[in-house]
């Protein structure tokens, strides 16, 4: 038998093995946790190497040569010959940010070998965890595009998972001091709204597959599985607050209720800061909605105004799930998978948009705000979560005089 056939039959053989979508399998066993069993799938990337020779593929073709140091320039075994506009296509990100990326996590103690094994170099672990989320790609689509096992996708994706939440603390940051006063200039300089600190909204998830446990409750009414996430944007469209997990039968309001920001909004509000949110939400003196039933001029304009300046979160959705397309149908059966995966695309959003590497939303590529639950004041669940033990009643009532007070300094 020919070096060639004894290949193709190996590319059988894995390909039976390899052509699950990537998902966290339902049998821990079948993908343990030991970084060591993990490991062992990486002595036979010899035979996935010629595979991909087979395929075609461009990538790491020096890849597995015996005595490799970490110290060579493994980036151009990355993406070899890439101009820039080809780079951010695949990597969702431009060159620039990608090494400032690898700056923030390589010092993560995930990345430190406790072995005799060393471990693959952070830009290779990063860029094969880039390529999970940028795309809805199955999992044999990425071994064979990288020459690596199964196991070592899901190896290398969770460390880098682990590294990027570890910034959240310095990514998503609730403004306060000076750049408090920055969010009020910006969002004033859309519109003319005044001590706006964030607008507000949710969007679905979706998961491609039912979840493990009670998937009755992540079915929408959209007639799809789904986990929420609500998300509090800044002027740019930066995330400075979210929520995500809660089943996608759940409404907006109740998420809203349940949220780290409610429970803690006296003491992220401040003076006469205000949210913007849209017609799901519960009206106060701390978030502002749109009038629901328009009565006369000035409540048409003023909605218009407040629309100008929410479109910002909507936007921040759009480009979110455009430049991270796994969420746009995400292809796992655990519910926290789900959430650390859209955990870290937030994150690394917000790195990338501080940074000024920004993406641009197609016209079919936008979210499309279908939080399926928009309601008026009146069609949401009622519970016992109040702030500050007020009522529903007198927090809507304080948002209409608010409300009204904003109409009289902007319009008359």
Not at 278 to 300: E, R, V
Request: one cysteine or more; proline letters at 2%.
């Amino acid at each position: 038998m020919t070096c060639r056939q004894t290949i193709e039959n190996s590319l059988i053989n894995l390909f039976i093995k390899s052509s699950q979508v990537f998902d966290d399998s339902d049998n821990e066993s079948n993908n343990s946790d030991s970084e060591e069993e993990l490991f062992n799938a990486e002595d036979d990337e010899m035979i996935l190497l010629g595979l991909c020779t087979l395929l075609d593929s461009r990538y790491l073709e020096s890849r597995f040569q015996s005595n490799v140091a970490k110290s060579q320039e493994w980036w151009h075994l990355i993406v070899p010959e890439y101009d820039d506009i080809r780079f951010k296509k695949v990597m969702r990100m431009d060159s620039q940010s990608f090494q400032n990326l690898i700056t923030n996590i390589e010092a993560h103690s995930i990345f430190q070998s406790t072995g005799n094994k060393k471990q693959a170099p952070v830009e290779l672990q990063l860029a094969i965890f880039l390529r999970r989320v940028g795309s809805k790609d199955e999992i044999f689509s990425i071994c064979s595009r990288y020459g690596i096992s199964e196991g070592t996708v899901y190896l290398y994706c969770k460390r880098v998972m682990l590294a990027i939440l570890s910034l959240k603390s310095s990514l998503v940051i609730w403004p306060t001091g000076q750049a408090r006063k920055m969010v009020h200039s910006g969002f004033k300089d859309i519109g003319g709204f005044n001590n706006v600190i964030g607008a507000i909204d949710g969007t679905h998830i979706i998961l491609g597959t039912a979840p493990l446990q009670q998937p009755e409750i992540y079915w929408n009414r959209k007639k799809k599985y789904s986990i929420q996430c609500q998300g509090i944007v800044d002027y740019r469209g930066i995330f400075i607050d979210y929520e995500i997990g809660w089943p996608g039968s759940v409404h907006d309001a109740k998420v809203y209720r349940n949220s780290f920001f409610y429970q803690n909004v006296s003491t992220l509000i401040k003076g006469w800061d205000y949210l913007l949110g849209d017609s799901a939400y519960p009206l106060s003196n701390f978030l502002i909605k749109p009038f629901i039933n328009t009565q006369n001029n000035l409540q048409i304009q003023f909605n218009i105004t407040h629309s100008s300046h929410r479109v910002v979160v909507e936007n921040a959705f759009g480009r979110l799930k455009n430049r991270f397309g796994c969420l746009k149908e995400l292809n796992v059966r655990k519910i926290s998978t789900a959430v650390c995966l859209t955990e870290c695309c937030i994150i690394l959003h917000n790195f990338l948009e501080t940074n000024n590497d920004n993406w641009e939303i197609d016209d079919d590529d936008s979210d499309d705000n279908d939080n399926g639950n928009s309601s008026d004041d009146g069609d949401y669940d009622n519970d016992d979560n109040y702030v500050n033990n007020l009522n529903e009643n007198s927090l809507k009532r304080a948002g209409e005089m608010k409300r009204d007070q904003i109409i009289n300094q902007l319009f008359i």
